[in-house]
């Protein structure tokens, strides 16, 4: 448990915009400023821009960095260009997930992860632990970086005019490194929302800076409100939702992540045999019939026996049906599937569907 | 600042009641609807359902979670507010002109337990 509540660099600049703060990941972050619908939009028509200060940042430099990385991810790094970015998760030996995270190669000899907040502490404990026996030198960079995100379809443009840094030649899951301001700042073209756009990493000062700059523009703050709808409807998951230390990658419906024909990886031998038997439940996509929204933990029923769980459910702001990521058992799994939601004291009637809700709008 | 209706009398949990002979005309603050957000989803009991002063009797729903309703009264449901099955944002727009339930008590004197305006307005404050 934290006794003190964290706060991100712009935490004084959420409280002056009248945001609704909220405790995640330890921190006090701002769920929404003007509305998660109205913020919502903004990102899917035109562009917002989030405080993801709170995000976790971890260096692994040294001789062995590549082999260590290797070690510790599931997916594979191997032959990628400086500057290209992997998706994957770190697991513990049992399959079951530490986190999910993005690696970001600097070169081979450097790498520069990012974490979740709620994590960081048992990650960077889960990072050290690992690194025995290999010549790396690991740094937990968190308290030093701010990050926001800017995203939706003008965050090129955005990017480009109000902050004056070229980003259009940054290709999709890469990154470049620009020196501004005496410091070096990471832009990636990066996000969660299942939209174009860029996350931007420097110092608290040049954090705040941006921040200011966006503002001054016009840009939509947009607070975790809306980050979670965004990311919902695209079918991402969410440490803690979809994703945990009882789920293994393979569970979360997220194999093509997992590269088992690497040589080795911490997690490799439980993820291989839960492959090759197959696994006992998975994670879905649930549509509703009706008006009634599943939530985080409710029951997922056939003839009035528990089958699975919903780990997120939302009405979905850009389609306005009822929509579900679930925890099923085999073979209700299965599209198509009739199941039942159990909402307080009524059970409504559902299928299982992909899940993906909305099509992710990325400029590849 | 988030309106307070001088003739209602209200519950802790921010539902307020209007009575009118025995029967319970049952809505939510303007304090909870701005509190809330935007309502997208309102789950109502059935005419007919019994209930106990206290007892859970359906939810609000903003985008982000789901609010249980409680029922200020003892009583028999006698009508839903079908209204807001296509425009729960009704709530939003006004709060006290909404009502969600009326209930049929069976021990009015329950209503002179509840908090009135005053009494209400305090804890909206806290």
Not at chain 1, 325 to 333: L, T
Request: charged content about 30%.
């Amino acid at each position: 448990m934290e006794n003190q509540m964290k706060t991100t660099c712009l935490h004084d600049k959420h409280v002056a915009l009248g945001a609704l703060m909220s405790p995640f990941g330890g921190f006090d972050m701002p769920i929404q400023y003007k509305g998660i619908t109205e913020e919502h939009n903004a990102v899917r028509k035109h562009v917002g821009v989030f405080d993801v200060s709170h995000m976790g940042e971890v260096r692994v430099k040294g001789p062995d960095a590549y082999k260590y990385v290797s070690h510790i991810f599931v997916n594979d790094v191997t032959g990628a260009p400086d500057g290209q970015i992997f998706y994957g998760m770190m697991c513990y030996e049992n399959g079951g997930v530490v986190d999910d995270l993005l690696v970001y190669k600097v070169n081979d000899n450097e790498y520069f992860l990012v974490i979740n907040a709620s994590n960081i502490d048992k990650d960077v404990a889960w990072i050290m632990k690992n690194a025995e026996g290999f010549d790396v030198e690991i740094t937990d960079e968190s308290p030093i970086y701010g990050e926001v995100a800017v995203q939706g379809p003008e965050a090129e443009e955005t990017v480009e005019k109000v902050l004056g840094i070229p980003v259009k030649d940054i290709a999709f899951y890469n990154f470049k490194t620009f020196p501004i301001d005496g410091e070096e700042v990471i832009v990636s073209r990066t996000g969660y929302t299942g939209e174009d756009g860029f996350e931007i990493y420097g110092s608290h000062d040049y954090i705040r800076r941006v921040w200011d700059k966006l503002m001054e523009a016009g840009v939509q703050p947009c607070g975790l409100g809306c980050r979670d709808t965004l990311r919902f409807e695209v079918g991402l998951p969410l440490y803690g939702d979809e994703l945990a230390d009882d789920i293994t990658p393979i569970e979360a419906s997220l194999s093509m992540f997992v590269k088992l024909d690497k040589p080795e990886f911490i997690g490799k031998e439980a993820l291989a045999a839960q492959k090759a038997e197959g696994v006992k439940r998975r994670i879905v996509g649930i549509e509703l019939e009706g008006n009634a929204i599943p939530r985080h933990g409710y029951a997922v029923e056939v003839n009035g026996e528990k089958v699975g769980e919903i780990t997120t459910g939302y009405r979905s702001i850009s389609t306005g049906k009822s929509v579900a990521m679930a925890m099923i058992d085999k073979p209700y799994d299965k599209l198509g599937t009739e199941v039942e939601v159990r909402i307080r004291k009524k059970t409504f009637p559902a299928k299982v569907v992909k899940k993906r809700f909305y099509d992710k709008n990325y400029k590849k | 600042m988030s309106k307070i209706e001088e003739g209602c009398r209200y519950a802790e949990s921010h539902e307020w009641v209007r009575v009118d002979e025995d029967v319970a005309v049952i809505g939510i603050s303007d304090y909870a609807q701005h509190a809330l957000g935007n309502i997208v989803y309102v789950d109502l009991p059935e005419v007919g359902d019994e209930l106990e002063a206290g007892d859970e009797f359906g939810a609000v729903e903003s985008v982000k979670a789901a609010s249980d309703l409680y029922s200020p009264v003892s009583g028999t449901v006698v009508a839903v507010n079908e209204e807001l099955e296509d425009r729960p944002e009704a709530i939003n727009e006004d709060a006290f002109g909404t009502w969600l339930i009326k209930v049929a008590m069976t021990d009015s004197s329950e209503v002179d337990k509840l908090l009135d305006a005053e009494a209400y307005a305090k804890i909206c404050e806290e």
